[in-house]
């Protein structure tokens, strides 16, 4: 049983690793792991009200019961898992480069004028920015609910601009991407 169970796990891995390197999922894994032991290790220790909403510095302005930790972990592992299945089933699984993307919205671009290898590329770089979208979302999830118990206790006063910063990233990565797909669509098919 376990034999199997490691052979799906390298078939797996190596699927993705004609991708993007699998050690960016397991670092966003990783970082859910480490976030639901912290949330563990404080809990008994944070007062009843905590804050659940931050301002756009970074300040506490709404509180509640210590009990939304437990739904920002479930979100986090929510969203973590659903982008994970999003691009291993569509983008990595998937035998067609044509058929995966059909998912990619290419803005002044015929998909079906694509070459195999336009296609493949397109797909591959897909499959890079869902993977790093994913360890990012994942790092300021970990960042705010640490930055959440780490207020609650009053060891720090706000979550700061780091959350800020980590949207920025976001939209960075997700445009360069973008433009990359678009690039690599308009460049070969002219």
């Known amino acids: 049983m376990f034999k199997s169970f490691w052979q799906g796990c390298d078939h797996v891995w190596n699927k993705i690793s004609k991708f993007y390197s699998p050690f960016i999922d397991v670092l966003s894994f990783s970082l859910l792991i480490l976030t639901i032991s912290y ?3 404080n809990y008994g220790t944070l007062p009843d009200e905590i ?3 931050f301002n756009a510095i970074g300040d506490p302005d709404a509180w509640s019961g210590k009990g ?3 739904v920002f972990l479930i979100l986090k592992g929510f969203i973590l898992l659903m982008l994970f299945l999003l691009n291993y089933f569509v983008f990595i699984s998937n035998e067609s480069a044509k058929d995966a993307i059909a998912f990619v919205n290419i803005p002044f671009v015929n998909k079906d004028q694509l ?8 797909r591959k770089l897909s499959a890079r920015m869902l993977a790093i979208v994913n360890v990012c979302v994942s790092f300021l999830f970990f960042y705010i609910i640490y930055g959440t118990i780490q207020t609650a206790l009053e060891n720090q006063q706000g979550l700061g601009l780091m959350p800020l910063y980590i949207t920025i990233v976001l939209v960075v990565i997700s445009c360069y991407y973008t433009w990359k797909i ?3 669509a308009k460049a070969e098919n002219s």
Not at 115 to 122: C, D, F, G, K, R
Request: net charge negative; aromatic share 4%.
């Open 68 to 70: 939304m930790l437990i």
């Open 39 to 41: 949330v563990a290790m």
């Open 182 to 184: 678009y690039q690599t």
């Open 51 to 53: 804050p659940r909403h």
């Open 115 to 122: 070459t195999s290898e336009q296609a493949e590329v397109v």
